[in-house]
């Protein structure tokens, strides 16, 4: 992948669109971006030091080693307290790249331009599309023009239109100019930040892009922020994890991530790992001096606890890989309870609608469904049958497949219940019940077979707080309304507890389990005491290996650094 | 009449210029034209091979290079085995990978040994002079400059001061030049190498008192015996006279810690008076006292300089206090009071050339020919310099040659750890061998040091025919006695299978099986197989690691790169990188501060 070049994408998020962000970032970023911008000179000097709202240029300043004027300073009015999001939604605070606000240490807007949302870039957006930008009062008689972007401090914020050459559309716009190094990317970055115009956007993007930038590839700006040192691997998984975040339990997990959460919790693991280290190979290349040897249970405890808490990161965090940025939707159910058949509904609906976004970062295409600017991943199990499998199942399948539906069930952000209104008891089983751990909502099938009136009642006096919507696959009654529902259960917060605990990509998961696995040889070497120390330290390394992998980065083997700290050596 | 012409001239005799001397004389001494083409200079030829600190060679990760030199070819494990006065296989109770034989020495029959076989070889004439510059023609050595006026014309120069480089000794608060104790210092080639565009630094290493051995009470010492059944260092050397001479155990009180605390105003390391940075895995009595100061007692190692002199080395109480302090400190430990001291201990202060600055072939990067091999790289130890000098003398000899050059990876040997570590990371302390700086210790281990060194050396030209005839029988053996292993069962299980029970010998197996007790082996081919099938598990997935890194040291990074040219690198990893030029991703991979994403950019702009 090149890194030289000038990249242009749309990375304002999909779904609701109130606003959206184009980025650019490479060498020629200004001289492509003044091709379709024009500054408002009337309200310059109103808004240069006013005009950022909290979703500002959406770059993060973390883990710098030059110092960032933002991170210390402080924020003119009261700044969100760690792990708190932007107040819009998730959609707003998702923009490709990394969400302003994800860490305490990143302050919502640049300093000197105040907090106070913009009037310009929110509430005063214009409700339409002017073809003749004279004939709205904002922009009569602007004296505005031809723009020089390099003439701009870095930090800069105007307003202004974007007025594609030839289109004849203008539409209000605030550019966004950082200057490399001091961008997510350290490359020139221009952001303009507009109403979410989908005619216009396109259009902006192929004049950039006639100008001798190139539409970006999936993730290229995080792989940039990367390549240049900005963030470590870990964190741009969490951003690409960001960038599809469905809901504000998803964002708030990946924010952990970002966060630094995970490195953290592994880098305090290793540092122990390399202590434990350190005093086995003591015990190897100084055994000719005057030093107390660790005793080898003591070892082979302290390798122990190391891994139970591996094991324990492991299973409290929750997959990133099981969402991956979505909402993973798992419709339970007994047999034939018409699940697979509302799933299918539902998808058909959805592809009618679904247009992916250049510049978004969906990775890949999955059975997907956008619904109310969420994306949900539909997950369809096996039935549930309160009876479990027979002893007339000789190869068990069954239980295998309902051991699936239990683990997917654990997994679920949100389970849709799915009732067979003409095939009674409507009531699901206890059973059942017990394994849906998530929030939940509740679809009637086959209404055109049977009526199902009773079924709210019998949730509300279970007292089981989850919306009851009757449908029919068939006539496609109900199906908007489930929808609905569904994006009901997400905002209203009800997904937010599952975003608990340290998130985990498919590959830090595998890491984690390599680290483990050597912690797990480790032990039992490590009670046999002089004989295999050399084979205690070989699984050590190993783990700190599979450690450091997560970062990015080769965990801290300073071993000899870390003996003649504690050790008094030298004969 | 002061011009003489050589091939090589290696500068400085001592455990780096041997080694580099004697292999490059062996190697180039071979053509028709007569007289030397191989110099030593050095400033005095009675101390050449001079041990300046403690009797003792080998010891834990340097008795796997004494090995490592010994089936390359080189010379130290001869002259070792030669002269010891006892054998000790440090961990013998561990693992085979961090087993290491140590030596003690007599001091002066080792030095008359090496200068005997110097005086021996063919094709190599020792001058005693003082070198004083290098001269060069274009970006090559041309010459070495002596401070008599003598000019030593030279196609190549391999330059081992040791600690002689503007060398500056310290005892209290008395300072003086030299290069150690008795011996001038070399106090004009460190700017004679400035000129030529090096970089130099400073270190600090110090060494006890020498007492004498018939003032010392040895029944309030613990005696440290050596070995019944000695491992020597080299493989198919003859056995000499059983080395039957003890060490002894004594420790430091209370009382002298408080002493040394009351005097450290008169201690150079703690007025000021030493600047430079002195082994953290050595350090000076006084140090140990500062930093650890609610230790009671430090142990003392009495070792005993040879069979015929009453000189004894206190190891473990390096200081550089004054003298007065220094007979007190020693008359205060149990045992030594009425000990009679030969030569006070002291520090020393010398120049050094930061070693990123020299390539994987011990060649400086600023001029061709030029080659630094022991102390000068930062090093300490005999063992260390003596493994350089001898990888210099074979490249300065091969590039004479036109042949490649031998770089060992850190796969094949400690050597190969030691040389990569140097050029890669550089280092502010002088560097010392461990063997947990080899990340493939299983398989580096001294008793396979022969197996993995010896097809190098003989490539080389350096192993005779005997210790390759000796290696291939060996290697014979090995084959043979693993096919065997494999093909008798006992209960259904070959004998490999068995023999991999934590709880089963050779011996045990060999107690219930007829074959095997039949078998006519000899002890280092036997030791081979059971080690081999004992590990066998650990050493596949060593090899798979080998094999995992290789891919990233197979990724060449061309010489010449212009690192201003590669955008997006960091700044610091774009100096580092420039600096360090790594010949490869895995080198780079090395280089401290160089993380995961400066390495994707290098490969992407590579790729381009």
Same mark, same amino acid.
């Given at each position: 992948m090149n890194l030289d070049d000038t990249i242009v994408a749309i990375s304002s998020p999909a779904g609701r669109g109130e606003r959206a962000v184009l980025r650019v970032s490479g060498p020629h970023a200004l001289a492509v971006a003044e091709r379709v911008f024009r500054e408002d000179r009337l309200i310059r000097q109103h808004c240069e030091f006013q005009s950022t709202s909290p979703e500002g240029a959406s770059f993060l300043a973390q883990g710098e080693d030059e110092v960032e004027p933002w991170v210390s300073a402080p924020p003119a009015e009261p700044s969100p307290g760690r792990g708190a999001l932007p107040n819009d939604g998730p959609t707003e605070a998702s923009a490709q790249g990394a969400p302003m606000g994800l860490d305490s240490h990143i302050s919502y807007a640049y300093p000197g331009f105040g907090l106070r949302p913009s009037p310009w870039a &929110? &509430?005063?957006?214009?409700?339409g599309l002017t073809a003749n930008p004279a004939s709205t009062g904002l922009t009569a008689n602007p004296p505005s023009g031809a723009v020089v972007l390099s003439d701009w401090p870095t930090f800069t914020a105007r307003p202004g239109r974007l007025e594609p050459p030839g289109s004849g559309l203008s539409v209000p716009a605030v550019a966004y100019l950082m200057r490399e190094p001091r961008s997510y990317t350290r490359q020139d970055v221009v952001e303009f930040h507009v109403g979410a115009w989908p005619a216009l956007l396109p259009l902006v993007v192929g004049e950039i892009v006639a100008a001798g930038a190139r539409p970006a590839e999936p993730g290229e700006f995080t792989f940039r922020a990367m390549m240049s040192g900005r963030l470590d691997l870990a964190q741009a998984e969490a951003v690409m994890a960001v960038i599809g975040a469905a809901s504000r339990a998803t964002l708030r997990a990946a924010s952990d991530l970002l966060g630094g959460h995970l490195s953290r919790e592994v880098g305090r693991l290793a540092a122990e790992i390399r202590d434990v280290l350190a005093l086995v190979e003591v015990g190897l290349d100084f055994s000719d001096q005057d030093i107390e040897i660790a005793p080898p249970a003591e070892l082979s405890r302290r390798i122990a606890a190391v891994r139970a808490a591996l094991a324990h990161l492991g299973r409290s965090a929750r997959g990133l890989e099981t969402f991956d940025g979505q909402v993973r939707l798992v419709l339970a159910g007994?047999?034939?309870?018409g699940k697979s058949s509302l799933f299918n509904r539902l998808l058909q609906a959805d592809r009618a609608i679904v247009s992916p976004v250049a510049g978004t970062t969906r990775d890949e295409l999955r059975a997907s469904l956008r619904a109310g600017g969420l994306t949900f991943t539909l997950c369809d199990v096996a039935g549930i049958d309160e009876n479990g499998a027979g002893p007339g199942d000789p190869l068990d399948i069954g239980a295998k497949a309902r051991a699936r539906a239990v683990e997917a069930l654990a997994g679920a952000d949100l389970v849709l219940l799915v009732i067979d209104a003409s095939a009674p008891p409507l009531e699901p089983s206890d059973e059942l019940l017990a394994l849906v751990t998530s929030p939940m909502v509740v679809a009637v099938t086959k209404s055109d077979l049977a009526p199902a009136d009773g079924v709210p009642a019998w949730f509300a006096s279970r007292g089981v707080d989850a919306e009851v919507v009757v449908t029919s696959a068939v006539t496609g009654e109900g199906i908007e309304a489930l929808r609905a529902a569904l994006v009901r259960a997400v905002e209203g917060g !009800?997904?937010?507890?599952? !975003?608990?605990g340290p998130v985990l990509t498919a590959r830090h998961r595998a890491a984690l389990e390599r680290a483990a696995g050597a912690l797990a040889r480790a032990a039992p070497l490590a009670e046999r005491g002089d004989e295999a120390g050399e084979l205690v330290a070989m699984e050590l390394r190993e783990s700190l290996e599979a450690l450091g992998a997560i970062v990015g980065d080769r965990a801290d083997t300073d071993v000899l650094g870390a003996i003649f700290s504690q050790f008094c050596i030298g004969k | 009449m002061n011009e003489d012409a050589f091939d090589i001239v290696v500068v400085g005799g001592g455990h780096a210029g041997c080694e580099a001397a004697l292999a490059a004389a062996r190697l180039v001494g071979s $053509?028709?034209? +007569?007289? !030397?083409?191989v110099a030593l200079v050095t400033i005095r030829a009675d101390t050449i091979a001079q041990m300046s600190c403690n009797p003792a060679i080998g010891g834990l990760a340097k008795g796997q290079m004494v090995r490592e030199i010994d089936a390359l070819g080189g010379q130290m494990a001869r002259t070792t085995d030669a002269t010891a006065l006892q054998y000790r296989l440090l961990n013998r109770s561990k693992g085979p990978a961090v087993r290491s034989p140590r030596a003690q020495c007599d001091r002066h029959a080792y030095a008359r040994a090496m200068q005997e076989t110097l005086r021996g070889q063919t094709g190599l004439e020792i001058i005693e002079d003082v070198a004083c510059d290098i001269e060069t023609a274009g970006d090559r050595v041309a010459a070495v400059r002596c401070e008599s006026g003598r000019r030593l014309a030279t196609r190549a120069a391999i330059v081992t001061t040791g600690t002689f480089l503007r060398g500056v000794l310290h005892v209290g608060t008395k300072m003086w030049p030299g290069g150690r104790i008795g011996e001038p210092a070399a106090e004009n080639l460190s700017a004679g190498l400035a000129r030529l565009g090096l970089v130099l630094g400073r270190l600090k290493t110090g060494t006890p008192p020498r007492v004498d051995g018939r003032t010392l009470d040895y029944a309030h010492m613990q005696e440290q015996p050596p070995d019944p059944d000695p491992v020597r260092f080299s493989f198919g050397w003859p056995d000499g006279p059983f080395p039957n001479v003890s060490c002894w155990i004594t420790e430091t009180t209370p009382e002298v810690h408080e002493l040394i605390r009351a005097n450290l105003d008169r201690a150079p390391l703690y007025t000021g008076q030493i600047r430079s940075t002195g082994p953290r895995y050595c350090p000076s009595l006084e140090t140990k006292i500062v930093r650890f100061a609610d230790r009671r007692r430090h142990q003392v190692f009495l070792e005993p300089e040879g069979r015929d002199t009453p000189v004894v080395y206190c190891n473990g109480l390096s200081t550089s206090l004054p003298e007065d302090v220094q007979d007190r400190v020693v008359h205060g430990i149990p045992g030594m009071e009425r000990a009679a001291i030969l030569r006070y201990g002291y520090a020393i202060e010398y120049d050094f050339v930061p070693p990123t600055q020299i390539q994987p072939t011990l060649e400086t990067k600023a001029v061709r020919g030029l080659y630094l091999a022991g102390q000068i790289n930062g090093t300490s130890g005999y063992e260390e310099a003596a493994g350089q000098g001898l990888l210099a003398g074979i490249n300065a000899a091969r590039a004479l040659q036109g042949r490649p050059p031998i770089v060992l990876g850190r796969d094949q040997a400690y050597l190969g750890v030691l040389v990569d570590d140097l050029v890669t990371k550089g280092t502010e302390e002088p560097y010392r061998m461990f063997t $947990? +700086?080899?990340?493939?210790?299983?398989? +580096?281990r001294h008793d396979n040091a022969d197996r993995r060194l010896t097809p190098v050396g003989r490539e080389v030209g350096l192993v005779a025919d005997e210790a390759w005839r000796r290696l291939e029988a060996k290697e014979r053996e090995i084959a043979e006695t693993r096919a065997l292993l494999r093909r008798v069962r006992v209960e259904g299980r070959t004998l490999e299978d068995l023999l991999r029970r934590p709880d089963v010998t050779w011996e045990s197996l060999a107690a219930d099986v007829p074959d095997l007790a039949a078998l006519v082996i000899s002890p280092e081919a036997r030791e081979q197989v059971v080690i081999e099938a004992k590990y066998a598990g650990y050493l596949v997935r060593q090899s798979a690691q080998i094999e995992r890194a290789r891919k990233m040291e197979d990724r060449l990074i061309p010489p010449e790169l212009d690192y201003a040219a590669v955008t997006h690198l960091r700044t610091e990893a774009r100096e580092k990188l420039a600096r360090v030029r790594p010949r490869s991703m895995g080198q780079a991979a090395r280089i !401290?501060?160089?993380?995961p994403s400066d390495l994707a950019v290098l490969m992407i702009h590579l790729k381009r």
């Amino acid at each position: 992948m090149n890194l030289d070049d000038t990249i242009v994408a749309i990375s304002s998020p999909a779904g609701r669109g109130e606003r959206a962000v184009l980025r650019v970032s490479g060498p020629h970023a200004l001289a492509v971006a003044e091709r379709v911008f024009r500054e408002d000179r009337l309200i310059r000097q109103h808004c240069e030091f006013q005009s950022t709202s909290p979703e500002g240029a959406s770059f993060l300043a973390q883990g710098e080693d030059e110092v960032e004027p933002w991170v210390s300073a402080p924020p003119a009015e009261p700044s969100p307290g760690r792990g708190a999001l932007p107040n819009d939604g998730p959609t707003e605070a998702s923009a490709q790249g990394a969400p302003m606000g994800l860490d305490s240490h990143i302050s919502y807007a640049y300093p000197g331009f105040g907090l106070r949302p913009s009037p310009w870039a &929110k &509430k005063d957006a214009p409700a339409g599309l002017t073809a003749n930008p004279a004939s709205t009062g904002l922009t009569a008689n602007p004296p505005s023009g031809a723009v020089v972007l390099s003439d701009w401090p870095t930090f800069t914020a105007r307003p202004g239109r974007l007025e594609p050459p030839g289109s004849g559309l203008s539409v209000p716009a605030v550019a966004y100019l950082m200057r490399e190094p001091r961008s997510y990317t350290r490359q020139d970055v221009v952001e303009f930040h507009v109403g979410a115009w989908p005619a216009l956007l396109p259009l902006v993007v192929g004049e950039i892009v006639a100008a001798g930038a190139r539409p970006a590839e999936p993730g290229e700006f995080t792989f940039r922020a990367m390549m240049s040192g900005r963030l470590d691997l870990a964190q741009a998984e969490a951003v690409m994890a960001v960038i599809g975040a469905a809901s504000r339990a998803t964002l708030r997990a990946a924010s952990d991530l970002l966060g630094g959460h995970l490195s953290r919790e592994v880098g305090r693991l290793a540092a122990e790992i390399r202590d434990v280290l350190a005093l086995v190979e003591v015990g190897l290349d100084f055994s000719d001096q005057d030093i107390e040897i660790a005793p080898p249970a003591e070892l082979s405890r302290r390798i122990a606890a190391v891994r139970a808490a591996l094991a324990h990161l492991g299973r409290s965090a929750r997959g990133l890989e099981t969402f991956d940025g979505q909402v993973r939707l798992v419709l339970a159910g007994r047999p034939n309870a018409g699940k697979s058949s509302l799933f299918n509904r539902l998808l058909q609906a959805d592809r009618a609608i679904v247009s992916p976004v250049a510049g978004t970062t969906r990775d890949e295409l999955r059975a997907s469904l956008r619904a109310g600017g969420l994306t949900f991943t539909l997950c369809d199990v096996a039935g549930i049958d309160e009876n479990g499998a027979g002893p007339g199942d000789p190869l068990d399948i069954g239980a295998k497949a309902r051991a699936r539906a239990v683990e997917a069930l654990a997994g679920a952000d949100l389970v849709l219940l799915v009732i067979d209104a003409s095939a009674p008891p409507l009531e699901p089983s206890d059973e059942l019940l017990a394994l849906v751990t998530s929030p939940m909502v509740v679809a009637v099938t086959k209404s055109d077979l049977a009526p199902a009136d009773g079924v709210p009642a019998w949730f509300a006096s279970r007292g089981v707080d989850a919306e009851v919507v009757v449908t029919s696959a068939v006539t496609g009654e109900g199906i908007e309304a489930l929808r609905a529902a569904l994006v009901r259960a997400v905002e209203g917060g !009800a997904v937010d507890r599952q !975003a608990a605990g340290p998130v985990l990509t498919a590959r830090h998961r595998a890491a984690l389990e390599r680290a483990a696995g050597a912690l797990a040889r480790a032990a039992p070497l490590a009670e046999r005491g002089d004989e295999a120390g050399e084979l205690v330290a070989m699984e050590l390394r190993e783990s700190l290996e599979a450690l450091g992998a997560i970062v990015g980065d080769r965990a801290d083997t300073d071993v000899l650094g870390a003996i003649f700290s504690q050790f008094c050596i030298g004969k | 009449m002061n011009e003489d012409a050589f091939d090589i001239v290696v500068v400085g005799g001592g455990h780096a210029g041997c080694e580099a001397a004697l292999a490059a004389a062996r190697l180039v001494g071979s $053509s028709t034209r +007569l007289g !030397a083409r191989v110099a030593l200079v050095t400033i005095r030829a009675d101390t050449i091979a001079q041990m300046s600190c403690n009797p003792a060679i080998g010891g834990l990760a340097k008795g796997q290079m004494v090995r490592e030199i010994d089936a390359l070819g080189g010379q130290m494990a001869r002259t070792t085995d030669a002269t010891a006065l006892q054998y000790r296989l440090l961990n013998r109770s561990k693992g085979p990978a961090v087993r290491s034989p140590r030596a003690q020495c007599d001091r002066h029959a080792y030095a008359r040994a090496m200068q005997e076989t110097l005086r021996g070889q063919t094709g190599l004439e020792i001058i005693e002079d003082v070198a004083c510059d290098i001269e060069t023609a274009g970006d090559r050595v041309a010459a070495v400059r002596c401070e008599s006026g003598r000019r030593l014309a030279t196609r190549a120069a391999i330059v081992t001061t040791g600690t002689f480089l503007r060398g500056v000794l310290h005892v209290g608060t008395k300072m003086w030049p030299g290069g150690r104790i008795g011996e001038p210092a070399a106090e004009n080639l460190s700017a004679g190498l400035a000129r030529l565009g090096l970089v130099l630094g400073r270190l600090k290493t110090g060494t006890p008192p020498r007492v004498d051995g018939r003032t010392l009470d040895y029944a309030h010492m613990q005696e440290q015996p050596p070995d019944p059944d000695p491992v020597r260092f080299s493989f198919g050397w003859p056995d000499g006279p059983f080395p039957n001479v003890s060490c002894w155990i004594t420790e430091t009180t209370p009382e002298v810690h408080e002493l040394i605390r009351a005097n450290l105003d008169r201690a150079p390391l703690y007025t000021g008076q030493i600047r430079s940075t002195g082994p953290r895995y050595c350090p000076s009595l006084e140090t140990k006292i500062v930093r650890f100061a609610d230790r009671r007692r430090h142990q003392v190692f009495l070792e005993p300089e040879g069979r015929d002199t009453p000189v004894v080395y206190c190891n473990g109480l390096s200081t550089s206090l004054p003298e007065d302090v220094q007979d007190r400190v020693v008359h205060g430990i149990p045992g030594m009071e009425r000990a009679a001291i030969l030569r006070y201990g002291y520090a020393i202060e010398y120049d050094f050339v930061p070693p990123t600055q020299i390539q994987p072939t011990l060649e400086t990067k600023a001029v061709r020919g030029l080659y630094l091999a022991g102390q000068i790289n930062g090093t300490s130890g005999y063992e260390e310099a003596a493994g350089q000098g001898l990888l210099a003398g074979i490249n300065a000899a091969r590039a004479l040659q036109g042949r490649p050059p031998i770089v060992l990876g850190r796969d094949q040997a400690y050597l190969g750890v030691l040389v990569d570590d140097l050029v890669t990371k550089g280092t502010e302390e002088p560097y010392r061998m461990f063997t $947990s +700086l080899a990340e493939y210790r299983l398989v +580096l281990r001294h008793d396979n040091a022969d197996r993995r060194l010896t097809p190098v050396g003989r490539e080389v030209g350096l192993v005779a025919d005997e210790a390759w005839r000796r290696l291939e029988a060996k290697e014979r053996e090995i084959a043979e006695t693993r096919a065997l292993l494999r093909r008798v069962r006992v209960e259904g299980r070959t004998l490999e299978d068995l023999l991999r029970r934590p709880d089963v010998t050779w011996e045990s197996l060999a107690a219930d099986v007829p074959d095997l007790a039949a078998l006519v082996i000899s002890p280092e081919a036997r030791e081979q197989v059971v080690i081999e099938a004992k590990y066998a598990g650990y050493l596949v997935r060593q090899s798979a690691q080998i094999e995992r890194a290789r891919k990233m040291e197979d990724r060449l990074i061309p010489p010449e790169l212009d690192y201003a040219a590669v955008t997006h690198l960091r700044t610091e990893a774009r100096e580092k990188l420039a600096r360090v030029r790594p010949r490869s991703m895995g080198q780079a991979a090395r280089i !401290a501060g160089i993380g995961p994403s400066d390495l994707a950019v290098l490969m992407i702009h590579l790729k381009r």
